[in-house]
């Protein structure tokens, strides 16, 4: 049998507020979703929020929805690299890439002939 507390877990939530962080979206998630449903842009549900007193931004109603979104998928919320997803900037074939001056040059001689000091030359005059 458990020892009696000093402080009984009803009295101690009573007086006293979690310090967590909680978003105030969650209560409107349903309408959120609802009006994404319906395609509402996120421009037009931040006004509805603004109308309800919530100020939000377009870009964190974005990212509320994304972390939402996993975790109703069994994720821990937020953006999950994609393994085959093509990385960003601009992206060329394998030959394209290829420094021109790297190529081998017609006639040239090979890398392990290579002679960093020049040859002597004599120059005659005419």
């Known amino acids: 049998m458990p020892s009696?507390?000093?402080?009984?877990?009803?009295?101690?939530?009573?007086t006293n507020k979690p310090n967590g962080k909680v978003s105030a979206l969650l209560d409107?998630?349903?309408?959120i979703l609802?009006?994404?449903?319906?395609?509402?842009?996120?421009q037009q549900i931040c006004e509805w929020l603004s109308a309800n007193d919530v100020r939000v931004t377009v870009q964190?109603?974005?990212?509320?929805?994304i972390v939402e979104n996993?975790?109703?998928?069994?994720?821990?919320?937020?953006?999950?690299?994609?393994?085959?997803?093509i990385p960003a900037g601009r992206q060329r074939a394998?030959?394209?890439?290829?420094n021109p001056l790297l190529s081998r040059v017609e006639?040239?001689?090979d890398a392990g002939t290579y002679n960093p000091v020049p040859a002597k030359i004599?120059?005659?005059?005419d």
């Open 28 to 31: 409107y998630l349903p309408e």
């Open 70 to 85: 996993q975790r109703a998928q069994g994720g821990k919320g937020g953006r999950k690299p994609n393994i085959n997803a």
């Open 60 to 65: 964190a109603l974005s990212k509320f929805l």
């Open 94 to 98: 394998k030959e394209i890439n290829r």
């Open 122 to 125: 004599e120059i005659s005059k």
């Open 34 to 42: 609802t009006l994404r449903s319906q395609n509402y842009t996120l």
């Open 4 to 14: 009696e507390r000093k402080l009984p877990i009803d009295d101690f939530v009573r």
């Open 107 to 109: 006639g040239a001689k």
